[in-house]
């Protein structure tokens, strides 16, 4: 009797009451459905638990009897006619985030649904959830808000395929589908899951989509598809391995080591994690690793843990790791004679403690050898403690007092709280985004002293920019109540552009502007952002007054984008904006090697967004396009290899095949008639003028992968032999800038165009006459690093200076040449012109000197402060602009060389002002007449246009300042509001125009 009952309470332990779930996610991030409850975990395990009554729990150890208490939340449905009652396996799939980030989607909880008009979710009170619809009808991810959340659905599909690896089943394979059709999207990804046959639950079957697959060992493949056609096998390439042996700290073998790899799947926001374990000789073999820096991290009980970053270009063998048994290394934190508490300390090998009340904590295992410690603490700064080799007595860490600035942010209509939001902070010439709550209470700490500029955001609001101040260390500032305005709206409909039909659930979006360009808008996904109703109508609210640029989106449609300018006073209506019915272009490039690895399709008013796909052995589907001219644009990590104009077909599909067959370029270095014989030669492609942002992933070990985003030239470098001679293979017919260089000495820059052919020779001679000298600054000693360019003819040479701050120009002409050298400081920076004879070196000593003045700029109109206006600078061929602030003034630092400078104003209330060049003194008042001339520009094709006012100013630089670029479009005119009357002079792509605005102004091209 007793064994039954025994036998009967285990059973009791095991089994799961009616709608109760676990899912166990394993040490790999495997995701499993069990049939009975637990009664452990293993290390490195979790679980996920719900049951009709509790709401979901992250469980890391058991037993686990607490309950997460439920609420109800309603979503209303919208469902295309005439459907009204749902199909068969009509459903809601709905989770938290963090749920979603761990579990498929078959494995997520699921509501039926009784009719196509509402149903009300079960969920954990207070929680981040989101929820879609599967089934006949399917819907993409929605947040749900506290009360009714609509979601729109339309016709689903199910998603199935079989992923094998080397021709096999592929274990643990996962998928991940992300929307290809919106390349603002950062929507929260279908993820699906199994050993070889992978089911996911219906999705929108509208919808372009991008699909990741990956496996236990099996690379990432990457399809862009719709939904459709998605693929019924996916074969996946094996990868790179990494193999070696761990070694303890005597050098014997040391088995049992729990190693892991990582490596990012670029632009996918992926990190993939391979695992291994040294055997009984202490050997190990990771496998299925992707090329790029991988962070490896080892671990084994009484041993400091080992990590680093690794880079794997191919397989890589004895790999060696050397453990140490480790020491305890003890920490006292304080501030002055105060002690910290919940201080937190950091090795490299990521290990963490945390200081108890008496302000001490423990690493327990650090490797035996000198390491840099992380103190961290909300209200410090963060500050690096050296560790020594030996460390007997606990390390006293002194914080010092950081920086703080509170503010409360509120409606200007009501006085209520404007919140959640977002505060833009930069600091120490670094951007970071700081959230708020929907309290409004904004606070920001650990701030250095520093120059801080802030910009705040609330949804539906106006960004309010705070004029750059400085702070000192240990400084409270607070900014009071902060009132935000509704500021510009922009609204408009959504329509089928083949049908004029209302399009609902359509995305539209306005980009944030910023000093860089749109570009960096996009990474950060910073829109304003909404969705049009049932007439397709919306309005996007909380726009900056200025120019703007706005995105419109919607599954299988092309996406559109409008550029233009307006303030605050008067809502622009941006009218209908028609979506054309998608198609798809299949790009077939060869050879391989040459078509880089992302096929993109450039959108006409913005060249800085595209819609891209990856490409596979030279293959890629990219779309939804319209129909019409397009341009593809062919790059390896942002460089660009090629770029051609195609014609998009009506049809569903239009097929582009790319030939790179290059020419086969031999040539020599010589100078005065003597072959150079060391160096190398490098060809920078001089058709790319974009700008680039790299994204780095990093941990406390280093860098492990790098993401570039934008457009940047090829760069191809070849070595020069010992006979002067160079050859590089495969170059792209088109235009090149040449240079030679070695080490710290480099030659000008020169145009070389390479001519379509098999073959050609290009002789590369450097003049006789060169420069060298040393870079110092004002205070002595040589700067850390600096530039050095050298400028003659219209060619430019840029070599970075050695640490002694010696630099050395070869391969210039007799003649004067301009010397421009800075450092990283902005401020530091000289200049020098510097006249040669032929075959002469000639010797220069560079001072760099401080010599920006801080310049105050007061911007009024009739007396009365413009507020929110942006001052522009230009001296020589820098452009400098800063945002005046409540009282109309804005300061920035310009160099003594461009004190002599033009000036623009443009303010969303008054519009532009211009001045010509003039003499820049400490403080500079510019009072703006309000300008009500406009000027529109037609033309038959998307044309790049540039615009000078009357006082020779570029406003087209200005406005790209702000992230927008002057371009005609086919359909609609081009209009630059808000102009002074006078005199502009106009160019659109070759031709160029003098145009006297009134009034309004319209010229055609």
Request: aromatic letters at 4%; a negative charge; one cysteine or more.
């Amino acid at each position: 009797m007793k064994l039954l009952a025994s036998v009967a309470l285990l059973f009791a332990s095991m089994s799961m009451q009616a709608g109760e779930t676990w899912i166990r996610i394993d040490a790999d991030g495997w995701a499993e459905k069990l049939a009975t409850a637990p009664v452990a975990l293993a290390p490195g395990q979790h679980a996920w638990h719900w049951s009709a009554d509790c709401g979901p729990k992250r469980v890391t150890a058991l037993p686990d009897a607490d309950c997460v208490v439920l609420e109800s939340r309603r979503i209303a449905l919208v469902s295309p006619p005439p459907l009204r009652e749902p199909g068969s396996g009509q459903r809601i799939l709905w989770g938290t985030r963090a749920m979603l980030a761990e579990i498929p989607d078959a494995l997520l909880p699921a509501t039926s649904l009784v009719n196509l008009k509402a149903v009300d979710l079960r969920v954990p009170a207070g929680a981040d959830v989101v929820a879609r619809a599967t089934g006949p009808l399917a819907s993409r991810w929605v947040p749900l808000r506290s009360g009714t959340t609509t979601m729109r659905v339309e016709p689903g599909i199910a998603v199935s395929l079989e992923a094998r690896s080397s021709g096999v089943p592929a274990r643990h394979a996962q998928v991940q589908i992300t929307a290809a059709d919106d390349p603002a999207s950062r929507a929260i990804p279908f993820c699906g899951a199994g050993d070889g046959k992978i089911a996911i639950p219906a999705i929108p079957a509208n919808d372009f989509i991008r699909l990741l697959v990956w496996s236990e060992d099996g690379l990432p493949s990457i399809t862009t598809a719709r939904a459709s056609a998605v693929p019924s096998r996916v074969e996946l390439a094996r990868g790179f391995s990494v193999s070696g042996e761990v070694i303890g700290p005597d050098d014997h073998p040391l088995p049992a080591v729990q190693l892991a790899a990582q490596f990012v799947v670029p632009k996918e926001d992926v990190h993939i994690t391979r695992r291994a374990a040294s055997d009984g000789k202490g050997r190990f073999r990771l496998t299925g690793i992707g090329p790029g820096r991988v962070l490896w991290r080892g671990e084994k009980d009484a041993f400091a843990p080992r990590s680093g970053v690794l880079a794997v270009m191919t397989d890589v063998d004895g790999f060696r790791i050397r453990f140490d048994h480790g020491r305890i290394v003890q920490f006292l934190v304080r501030s002055g004679a105060a002690i910290i508490a919940k201080a937190t300390i950091t090795a490299p090998n990521e290990q963490k403690a945390e200081t108890d009340a008496r302000g001490m904590a423990q690493l327990a295992a650090v490797p035996e050898e000198p390491f840099t410690a992380v103190v961290r603490q909300d209200g410090y700064l963060p500050q690096d403690v050296p560790v020594a080799l030996k460390t007997d007595k606990p390390i006293v860490v002194d914080l010092k007092r950081a920086a703080a600035i509170r503010a409360r942010v509120v409606r200007a209509s009501d006085g209520s709280a404007a919140g959640p939001g977002s505060v833009e902070v930069s600091a120490d010439g670094v951007t970071d985004i700081v959230p708020f709550g929907a309290d409004g209470v904004i606070e920001i700490g650990r701030l250095t002293a520093s120059l801080v500029a802030l910009e705040i955001r609330a949804d539906g609001l106006a960004p309010y920019r705070v004029p750059a101040r400085n702070v000192t260390a240990g400084e409270a500032v607070d900014l009071g109540t902060i009132r935000l305005t509704t500021g510009m709206s922009l609204r408009g409909s959504v329509t089928a552009a083949e049908s004029e039909t209302p399009l609902a659930g359509a995305t539209v979006r306005v980009l944030r502007t910023n000093s860089f360009s749109p570009l960096l808008a996009v990474v950060r996904h910073d829109w304003i952002e909404t969705q049009s109703d049932d007439t397709g109508a919306f309005v996007l609210q909380g726009v900056l007054p200025g120019p703007w640029v706005v995105l419109a989106s919607a599954p299988g449609r092309a996406p559109l984008v409008r550029t233009g300018s307006g303030d605050d006073a008067t809502p622009v209506d941006l009218g209908t904006l028609p979506l054309e019915h998608g198609r798809t272009i299949l790009v077939s490039c060869e050879p391989v090697a040459r078509c880089g690895t992302e096929a993109s399709i450039v959108f006409a008013n913005a060249d800085w967004m595209t819609l891209s796909a990856a490409l596979s052995e030279g293959r890629a589907t990219v779309g939804p396009v319209a129909a019409g001219s397009a341009t593809l644009r062919l790059t390896n990590s942002a460089a660009v290899v090629h770029e051609e104009k195609v014609e998009v077909r009506e049809t569903e599909m239009t097929e582009v095949d790319v030939h790179l067959h290059g020419v086969d370029v031999t040539g020599s270095v010589i100078r005065g008639r003597q072959a150079v014989r060391s160096g190398s030669v490098t060809f920078l492609s001089g058709t790319t003028t974009g700008k680039l942002i790299t994204v780095a992933r990093s941990s406390a070990s280093g860098d492990y992968g790098t993401e570039n985003y934008g457009v940047a030239p090829e760069r191809r470098s070849v070595p020069v032999l010992q006979d002067g001679s160079f050859h590089i293979d495969d170059v792209a017919p088109g235009d090149y800038l040449l240079s030679w260089s070695d080490g710290a000495v480099q030659s000008p820059q020169r145009q070389v165009h390479i001519a379509a052919g098999s073959a050609q020779q290009v002789i590369v001679e450097l003049a006789q006459s060169s420069v060298e000298g040393t870079v110092r600054l004002a205070a002595g000693g040589a700067p850390p690093s600096a530039t050095v360019t050298a400028t003659q003819q219209g060619r430019e040479a840029h070599v970075m200076t050695a640490s002694d701050g010696t630099f050395r120009i070869v391969g210039l002409d007799p003649g004067p040449v301009v010397l421009h050298a800075a450092a990283f400081d902005p401020q530091a920076q000289t200049e020098k012109t510097v006249e040669l004879r032929d075959g002469e070196t000639a010797s220069v000593q560079l001072i760099l000197e401080g010599n920006a003045e801080e310049r105050t700029f007061v911007v009024t109109s009739g007396g009365a402060p413009l507020a929110n206006s942006f001052v522009f600078v230009r001296g020589g061929a820098a452009m400098r602009m800063a945002t005046t602030g409540a009282d109309g003034r804005a300061s920035m630092q310009v160099p003594s060389s461009e004190a002599n400078a033009e000036l623009a104003v443009f303010s969303p209330m008054a519009g532009w002002a211009f001045w010509p060049a003039r003499e820049l003194t400490g403080t500079i008042a510019l009072d703006v007449e309000p300008a009500r001339s406009a000027l529109a520009i037609r033309a038959k094709s998307s044309l790049p246009v540039a615009l000078w006012s009357t006082s020779g100013f570029p406003v087209h630089e200005a406005l790209a300042n702000l992230g927008v670029w002057l371009a005609t479009s086919a359909t609609i005119p081009l209009r630059i509001d808000h102009l002074p009357r006078g005199s502009y002079v106009v160019s659109a792509g070759s031709e160029r125009r003098n145009v006297t605005l009134a009034d309004l102004k319209e010229i055609s091209f």
